[in-house]
Each structure stands twice: as C-alpha cells, then as structure tokens.
C-alpha cells in the first residue's frame, strides 16, 4: 500500500479525485485532502507520503510553491500537478521542481489513472530497490553484533558493499530496543505480526527525523534497531520517544538504548557479543542440513497458525533477513512460497473427507476464503469444489460444501 494526498482548492475535485482513486487504485490509500500547500507542508511534517496530486492555482501557497518545496525537502515523493493552465512555462517550472505528472483540467480520470499506474510502478521498483539494500544493511549489523564478522578487515570489505556512504568511522550511533506488550499490543493490532516491525520502524523514522534507522531482528515482542548519524550520536529521551510512537502508532511500548557508538565498527566488540551471538547470529551452525530441517518441521507443524517468516526465524535462532535468504538458497523456495505448499497438500489430504471447503480452509491457516481459492487453483490448477468432484472423482457431493 503506498499513501497518496490530494490537494485542491476546489472542494468538489478533491472529493471527486479522491472518490475515483479509492474506488479504481485500492492499492493507493488516499491519507489527507488538503485546500492549499502550506496545510500540505505541515502535514508531511509528521506523515510519510508517497503520492502528492496538487491543482497549481490554490490560495497562499499555490502548487508550484508546493512542488518546490516538497522537491528540496522530501525528494522521494512523487508529484503529479493539474491545472487549468496549458502554458508551457508553468509545465516547464513544473519538470524542474521533479514533478512527475502534469495533468490539464477537465481532467481526464483515464489518464489520471494511467499515470497513477506509471508511478505505482516506479514505488514497486524503488521499495524492491529499498528492501533489498536494507536486507543487506540489516544482515551487516546481525553478523557485526553476532560477532561472525571476525576481523576488522572483511567487516569494512562488507560495509563498502552496501548503499550506506562513506566509512563505517563516519557513523556515529545507538541500538534501540522497543519492547511491545504482547497481549494488548495483538489485541489493537489489526494486520499481519510481520508487518508491525514495519509499523514500528516507520513510527521511528517519523519521530526521529535526520537520523538513518534500521530494523535489524525481533526476539519474542522484543524489536532491535539501529539508529545512525553522520553528525553526533543520537541523543532523546526514551520517555519522550514512547509517548511519540503511542501517538503515530496507538498502542503502547516501551524504550531503551541498549548501546551508543561512535564508530559503526565498536559493535564489533559488543559486549555481551556471545550470548547475541547465540540468539541472533547472521551465520547458522556448520550443520546447515539440520536448520533447515528444523525450520521446515517447524513450517509443518504450525501451518495452520498465523504463521510469519520471523516466527520461523527464531525458532532456529537466525535474525528474519539472514533466514530469508539461507532457506531459499537451500531449499529453492522462499518462505511463503514454501508454507502455502505445505498449506496447499494439507488441503487437498482434506478435499478427500467431506468437510466443508470453507471449514478447510480455516484449517490449513486462512481467514479469507477467497484467498485460499486463488492459492489453491494456482497449486492445482483447479478450485477445491471442482478438485474434489473431478480429480477425486467423489461418488457423492456434500450440498453443504460450499
């Protein structure tokens, strides 16, 4: 889901935008409708946005100001400007300011709708991009904290290798602990477990801007951070810091700075680095046949669960991004990939008997029928009714089966 905000003088085209994208782009969750652009500004202040869709003619702050601005402070946003205006000039101020789009009033929404496309393909590109290097930047920090980085040597040869600029001396920083309550914390919580490290890392980024932040690895309700500064070690109050993050996120944590730096190369010293290392390691044990069969046996026997790629991760003491990465080059799927197989074979043993479909389906780990069909027909090539009437050819059909 990327974030999108609109804004527009004119009450009716922000209504009118903003109801044709929710109902045409479900993928692009519309967060704010604004009248001008100093509302804007002060909106992106403590929101992360991804989309800005602005009218040129707006009173104070009009959208050309707007677009200036949010091109020299928040490069990564993408801008797409409508006007009524058609002179060239306003297009070519437009471009220089890093607008992506210029669209003419009447607004035409197919091509409002195939831009929107366009740009949605350049996020999926850059967050493929972002990930990636920031699966690099985390296994970096789980191997450095784990201590399987032994030399001061091939910890700089590894540190050149990712997106981070300059020396690892140039960094100065902290290791940051959230803390959340599991049972109140799950209760308020309304999507997958996996995706509250995003949520968190998100709430920390907007909190303490001009800083780098990193997840690095969960233990139990326990997140690990890293927070990084070319200017001076971070300095906050943990207290401050969790009134802010109950604030942006509504459920409640607590906060602590484990260790500060200097250098990005004295956590290889860390204290306390064997028993981290015996818990987090970024490298498995000689034996890598066992872990992979302990991770696998793990899979099978709570398939049928809320089931996350960290959960599987700690029950074989890896950090997620290294598990991530070490199970497919030993198994040749990715973790999802590999759970919805072992969800799929369960189903289809289940197709045999005659529980219902949508009773199986909660039972192999779905809460969402639908959701289960489409897997099930990419896996077998057929939906769990006609699987059960064709392929097993049946003798009689449950009329309640469906």
């Known amino acids: 889901m990327y974030s999108l905000i609109i804004a527009d003088d004119e009450a009716i085209t922000r209504m009118a935008i903003s109801g044709y994208i929710q109902k045409k782009h479900p993928e692009l969750t519309v967060a704010g409708v604004f009248s001008n652009g100093t509302d804007v500004l002060n909106y992106l202040q403590d929101h992360m946005v991804n989309v800005i869709i602005t009218d ?234 066992i872990i992979i069969q302990k991770a696998m046996s793990y899979i099978q026997s709570h398939y049928a669960e809320d089931l996350t790629r960290e959960d599987v991760a700690d029950a074989v003491f890896l950090s997620s991004a290294y598990f991530s990465r070490f199970f497919k080059q030993k198994t040749g799927l990715n973790f999802i990939d590999y759970l919805t197989t072992i969800r799929m074979q369960k189903a289809a043993e289940l197709l045999k008997s005659h529980m219902k479909v949508g009773d199986i389906a909660k039972k192999v780990g779905y809460q969402s029928r639908n959701r289960f069909f489409i897997n099930f027909r990419q896996y077998s090539g057929y939906n769990p009714t006609d699987y059960r009437r064709q392929i097993l050819k049946m003798e009689e059909r449950d009329p309640d089966e469906d």
């Open 56 to 289: 040129i003619r707006m009173p104070g702050m009009d959208g050309l100001e707007l677009a200036k601005c949010v091109s020299e402070r928040y490069p990564g946003i993408f801008l797409m400007i409508i006007s009524g205006y058609s002179e060239f000039e306003y297009a070519k101020r437009a471009i220089s300011y890093g607008v992506s789009s210029y669209l003419l009033k009447p607004l035409d929404f197919a091509e409002l709708s195939h831009e929107l496309g366009q740009i949605q393909k350049r996020l999926d590109t850059l967050q493929a991009e972002s990930d990636y290097q920031e699966e690099d930047i985390q296994l970096f920090f789980t191997d450095l904290l784990g201590g399987t980085l032994g030399q001061k040597e091939e910890a700089e040869q590894r540190f050149s290798a990712l997106s981070l600029t300059g020396s690892p001396s140039d960094y100065k920083g902290c290791i940051l602990i959230v803390t959340l309550d599991k049972e109140e914390t799950l209760a308020q919580w309304k999507y997958e477990r996996e995706k509250l490290a995003v949520a968190l890392l998100n709430g920390l980024r907007m909190a303490l801007t001009g800083n780098q932040i990193y997840h690095l690895f969960r233990s139990g309700m326990q997140y690990h951070f890293v927070i990084l500064s070319r200017e001076e070690i971070p300095s906050f109050s943990p207290q401050m810091l969790e009134s802010v993050m109950y604030h942006v996120l509504h459920f409640g944590c607590s906060i602590q700075i484990q260790t500060s730096f200097s250098d990005i190369l004295e956590l290889g010293n860390f204290p306390g680095k064997k028993e981290a290392a015996a818990l987090h390691s970024g490298e498995p044990p000689s034996n890598d046949d």
